[in-house]
């Protein structure tokens, strides 16, 4: 039988990657990105909370580096990353807090290609303001702000009701070590993306922004 008519090529899924400091905002837009794209956002961030959450044999030997602020080793988030993106690898996603070395972006390179990576650059002084007055669901995950993205009823959560926390590395001085870990671990993978050309920047200065806002912007570079 000669090949059908129609075309053989499957439609390529979307890969992106939001890259950026602690607190720059890179939860609240890749949730929303999901929606918007209909493609799954994968957060190591949640994934090592989660573990931590149900006291799993992992989750007890990564407690100590996600309280402290430090990062949990390359070979074990990778593994947890690996798990968490098998089931997707064909839908595409939005993945969030991974590669936070350039040891975990050549990992990715291996599991595989992404398309963009969207580096959001926002002054520290807006981050520390941010992260110091962050609530997240301990449900859903949806995250808040004390200041400026209230919940309508103080320490519920809007979607679904559940009750809102503050993380343990939310506090000043954990806070502080987080973004000196950004700084020297994390940075360098800028370069690495950049020479890659996969490289977009969003700048935030303005820490009232509308995050949908933000969104719109994201999805004119990608
Ligand atoms: P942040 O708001 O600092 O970006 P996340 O919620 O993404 O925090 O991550 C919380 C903690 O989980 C990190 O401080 C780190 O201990 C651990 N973690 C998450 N992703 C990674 C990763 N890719 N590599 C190493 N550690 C990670």
Redesign the pocket.
């Known amino acids: 039988m000669p090949s059908p008519w129609y075309p053989s090529a499957e439609v390529e899924p979307v890969k992106i990657v939001i890259f950026g400091p ?2 720059s905002g ?2 609240t837009y890749a949730s929303r990105l999901s929606k918007r794209l209909g493609i799954p956002h994968i ?4 994934l ?1 909370r989660e573990e931590i959450r149900n006291q799993t044999p992992l989750g007890k030997a990564i407690e100590k ?2 309280s402290s ?4 080793p390359d070979e074990i ?1 990778t593994e947890i990353l690996k798990k968490r993106l098998a089931s997707e690898l064909l839908k595409g996603f939005i993945l969030e ?5 350039v040891g ?1 972006a050549m990992e990715l390179e291996k599991i595989t290609k992404v398309d963009t990576v969207v580096n959001l650059n926002v002054p520290d002084s807006v981050i520390v303001d941010r992260l110091s007055a962050r609530l997240q669901c301990k449900t859903c995950g949806t995250i808040y702000n004390e200041k400026t993205l209230k919940p309508r009823i103080p320490g519920k959560c809007d979607k679904c009701g559940g009750e809102l926390f503050r993380r343990v ?1 939310d506090q000043p001085e954990v806070i502080r070590e ?1 973004l000196k870990v950004y700084r020297e671990a994390s940075e360098p993978i800028v370069n690495f993306y950049w020479s890659k050309n996969l490289l977009k920047d969003i700048r935030n200065d303005d820490p009232n922004v509308d995050p949908e806002r933000v969104v719109d912007q994201i999805m004119k570079l990608i």
């Open positions: 602690p607190g890179k939860g957060s190591t961030g949640d090592v580096y996600s602020g430090t990062l949990v988030i807090g991974y590669p936070r070395t975990q590395d987080r």
